[in-house]
């Protein structure tokens, strides 16, 4: 029993020592690396550690469904340097830019557009931030609602398919990454409806922060609009080629890419050296994200020895909180660790440690045979509390100390100080937190799409 407790002690004192080194900046792989190995060396001994090391790297690198995630950074690289970006916001522009506040309703539209082809969030925001930021300045936005909008607009690529960190989620629980594409679609569109709609309030209780302009001419608008048709043929075949069961998102990956490709060299706007430069960036992207993964391995690997993840589910289940209290409660660390931590350690570093938490409180691997827990399979579980935790997460990508989407968006809008940025974003921040309350009072808007297309 002692010997149980003096190794549960030293794990949480091991998540403290992470914690400090991520605050203090150390990168996130490297921080997880030295607590992981530190920590099995300190259980075991060092010689564990060296037999992890010689084979960890390989046994998760050569996941296939890892694969996929160079293919969509890619596929988001090539489409910035061919000019789909541009595209997207001349478009949304032509369509909304009349309204009142209407440019920042076509940034928001533009940036869930971006994220469709992309699936990161850093770069929908500073993508869409270089295009979009001009033209706000032109029509006199404010500084707030200009960068605040932007900064707000880059975290729907987190959660619209296809979505790097949903891609990771899914490997880490086991669940079927076709499936959580399909789960996110409505709650995507649902975050920018309520962006669209935080925008209209806005500009109505303080109408000079969101001008009204002219709009364009007939022949602009009808240009504009054909401008979006390959973000739409691209989007169009690689999520439908996934749903309709023609391939996997490997493969799916790998035709969006050779679609932007063909694009961008047809349309002239993706030059050799424009293709080399998406090339590094993707490589040096994927590097970071198969780093980080090593180090959430090692860690998990050195946790899971000491006991620390089961006993923390056997010490919640034990208090007799209801589920729903302990997934609130599961929410509120996700957005505290947000201030701390990007989005795609986060859900390597936590989900782990948190899942095994929520199958025991929802009755083991199916449902406890009295109908309590959750009420719902694994299966839909792990929906469910993967939509909740993307979304929570994007909390972290506009909040401080952090917010790297603020960092991201303030880099690129000179004169506007950061504090304005982040006050732009906090009407946004309210609008996703009543998304994670509707998402997570009715279960259903998650899991209705996947029941519907049979995936």
């Known amino acids: 029993m002692n010997l149980m407790a003096d190794t549960i002690s030293l794990g949480i004192v091991?998540?403290?020592?992470?914690?400090?080194?991520?605050?203090?900046?150390?990168?996130?792989?490297?921080?997880?690396?030295?607590?992981?190995?530190?920590?099995?060396?300190?259980?075991?001994?060092?010689?564990?550690?060296?037999?992890?090391?010689?084979?960890?790297?390989?046994?998760?690198?050569?996941?296939?469904?890892?694969?996929?995630?160079?293919?969509?950074?890619?596929?988001?690289?090539?489409?910035?340097?061919?000019?789909?970006?541009?595209?997207l916001f001349r478009a949304a522009n032509a369509w909304l830019g009349w309204l009142r506040g209407g440019t920042a309703m076509a940034a928001i539209a533009a940036c869930a557009g971006f994220g469709a082809v992309c699936g990161s969030s850093l770069a929908t925001a500073s993508t869409m931030g270089r295009v979009a930021?001009?033209?706000?300045?032109?029509?006199?936005?404010?500084?707030?609602?200009?960068?605040?909008?932007?900064?707000?607009?880059?975290?729907?690529g987190i959660l619209i398919p296809p979505s790097v960190v949903l891609i990771i989620y899914a490997i880490i629980v086991e669940a079927n990454i076709v499936t959580m594409f399909a789960a996110a679609l409505v709650p995507g569109i649902l975050a920018v409806?309520?962006?669209?709609?935080?925008?209209?309030?806005?500009?109505?209780?303080?109408?000079?922060?969101?001008?009204?302009?002219?709009?364009?001419?007939?022949?602009?608008?009808?240009?504009?609009?054909?401008?979006?048709?390959?973000?739409?043929?691209?989007?169009?075949?690689?999520?439908?080629?996934i749903y309709g069961g023609f391939y996997n998102p490997t493969p799916a990956a790998a035709v969006g890419v050779a679609l932007v490709w063909l694009y961008g060299t047809a349309s002239g706007q993706l030059k050799l050296r424009s293709l080399i430069d998406a090339l590094k960036e993707t490589a040096r992207m994927a590097g970071m994200i198969y780093l980080i993964l090593l180090g959430a391995e090692l860690m998990k690997i050195y946790l899971s020895r000491i006991g620390l993840p089961q006993a923390t589910a056997d010490w919640i289940v034990a208090t007799g909180m209801a589920p729903m209290t302990v997934m609130v409660l599961l929410l509120l660390a996700l957005v505290a660790l947000g201030c701390?931590?990007?989005?795609?350690?986060?859900?390597?570093?936590?989900?782990?440690?948190?899942?095994?938490?929520?199958?025991?409180?929802?009755?083991?691997?199916?449902?406890?045979?009295?109908?309590?827990?959750?009420?719902?399979?694994?299966?839909?579980?792990?929906?469910?509390?993967?939509?909740?935790?993307?979304?929570?997460?994007?909390?972290?990508?506009?909040?401080?100390?952090?917010?790297?989407?603020?960092?991201?968006?303030s880099a690129l809008a000179k004169g506007i100080p950061m504090s304005e940025t982040f006050r732009g974003v906090v009407p946004f921040f309210g609008a996703e937190v009543a998304r994670v309350a509707v998402l997570a009072a009715f279960p259903a808007i998650s899991l209705w799409l996947p029941r519907v297309l049979g995936v």
């Open 340 to 409: 701390l931590m990007d989005s795609l350690s986060m859900i390597l570093l936590v989900i782990p440690f948190f899942w095994p938490v929520l199958v025991d409180l929802n009755g083991g691997l199916y449902m406890s045979a009295d109908g309590s827990g959750f009420g719902m399979s694994t299966e839909d579980l792990k929906i469910w509390f993967g939509i909740l935790a993307l979304i929570v997460v994007e909390l972290g990508l506009i909040t401080p100390p952090v917010g790297m989407n603020v960092f991201v968006i």
């Open 133 to 156: 930021l001009p033209e706000l300045r032109r029509f006199k936005y404010s500084g707030s609602l200009a960068t605040g909008s932007l900064a707000a607009g880059g975290v729907l």
């Open 14 to 87: 091991s998540l403290l020592v992470l914690v400090f080194l991520i605050a203090i900046r150390v990168p996130i792989a490297y921080a997880m690396i030295l607590v992981g190995g530190v920590g099995i060396a300190l259980v075991n001994g060092i010689a564990p550690v060296f037999n992890q090391l010689k084979t960890l790297a390989y046994g998760q690198f050569a996941i296939y469904d890892l694969s996929v995630v160079p293919m969509f950074i890619l596929m988001g690289a090539l489409a910035s340097k061919a000019g789909l970006s541009t595209a």
């Open 193 to 241: 409806i309520l962006f669209l709609l935080t925008i209209a309030v806005i500009v109505q209780v303080r109408p000079e922060s969101g001008p009204r302009h002219s709009g364009v001419d007939a022949t602009e608008f009808r240009q504009a609009t054909a401008g979006v048709i390959p973000v739409l043929v691209v989007f169009g075949v690689v999520l439908g080629g």
